[in-house]
C-alpha cells in the first residue's frame, strides 16, 4: 500500500514565525502535491512537483515556498506564517504516467492554526 | 478554464437506501479524467471512483457507480446500499495535465 505521511496533525505558530511542513511518500512516485483545503473551498492546489528539484506553481502560490530535494521528501515552507493561513494543509502523491499521473494517494493532512 | 461544481453542500440519507451525488465540470477539452474521492471524518482522503472520458460505460466499484453524462458534462456518483462507513466528504474532480481540479465537496450524512 502507498502510504504517505505528513510530519505532524496539529501545528500550532504565531504570525511571522517561519514555518515547514513535512511530506514523505514511500512509492518511489514521480508526483507530489501541496494543497490546502477550506471549507466550501474543497482543495487548492499551492505547488507541485514533478521530480526532484523541479517545482511548478499552482493556483494559490503566494506566501509559500516548496522544497523537493530527494524524490520521497516533498516540504511545504511558510516564509512568514499569517493568519490567513490557517488551513488544513494536504500532501499528495501520484506515479508518472498519463493514467496513474491522476490517481493521488494522500497523506492524513496537518491542520495549522497561525495566531 | 475548467471547472467542477458540486452543487449540494450537504446530502442524507437513510442506512441502506441509494443516494446520488451530482458533480458538473466545465471543459473544451475531449480527452480527459474524472474522479470521486472520499474523506472521512478525520481520516485520509482515498480515491472511490474513476472514469475516462473516452470509455462509454460508466464505472462501477462494488456498491459506487457513476452515470457519466458527457455532453452534459455532468458525472453523479451512485452509492446503493449506504452505509454508516459511508459517512465523509465527497469530492469531484477533473483531471487536466498533472493536476487535479476539485469540486467544493458534498457532506453525506448516513442515518441510522
Known amino acids: 500500500d502507498v502510504k504517505v505521511t505528513q510530519s505532524s496533525r496539529y501545528l500550532v505558530k504565531r504570525t511571522g514565525e517561519k514555518v515547514f511542513l513535512e511530506c514523505v511518500q514511500d512509492m518511489d512516485h514521480e508526483n507530489m502535491f501541496w494543497y490546502r483545503q477550506d471549507p466550501g473551498l474543497g482543495l487548492r492546489l499551492i505547488y507541485f512537483?514533478?521530480?526532484?528539484?523541479?517545482?511548478e506553481k499552482g493556483d494559490i502560490p503566494e506566501g509559500y515556498s516548496v522544497s523537493r530535494e530527494k524524490k520521497e521528501r516533498f516540504s511545504l515552507i511558510l516564509e512568514s506564517a499569517s493568519t490567513n493561513q490557517t488551513s488544513m494543509y494536504l500532501c499528495a502523491s501520484s506515479p508518472a504516467g498519463t493514467g496513474g499521473a491522476y490517481e493521488q494517494y494522500f497523506g492524513p493532512g496537518t491542520r495549522l492554526t497561525v495566531t | 478554464a475548467q471547472t467542477v461544481t458540486q452543487s449540494q453542500p450537504e446530502m442524507s440519507v437513510q442506512e441502506a437506501e441509494t443516494v446520488t451525488l451530482s458533480c458538473t465540470y466545465d471543459?473544451?477539452?475531449?480527452?480527459?479524467?474524472l474522479f470521486w474521492y472520499k474523506q472521512p471524518p478525520s481520516r485520509q482522503m482515498i480515491l472511490v471512483i474513476r472514469q475516462e472520458a473516452y470509455k462509454q460505460q460508466n464505472a462501477t466499484e462494488n456498491r459506487f457507480s457513476v452515470n457519466f453524462q458527457k455532453a452534459a458534462k455532468s458525472f453523479s456518483l451512485k452509492i446503493s446500499d449506504s452505509q454508516l462507513g459511508d459517512a465523509a466528504m465527497y469530492f469531484c474532480?477533473?483531471?487536466?495535465?498533472?493536476?487535479?481540479?476539485w469540486g467544493a465537496g458534498t457532506k453525506l450524512i448516513i442515518k441510522p
Open positions: 512537483s514533478y521530480d526532484v528539484k523541479m517545482k
Open positions: 474532480a477533473y483531471a487536466s495535465n498533472y493536476q487535479l481540479i
Open positions: 471543459t473544451s477539452e475531449s480527452d480527459y479524467y
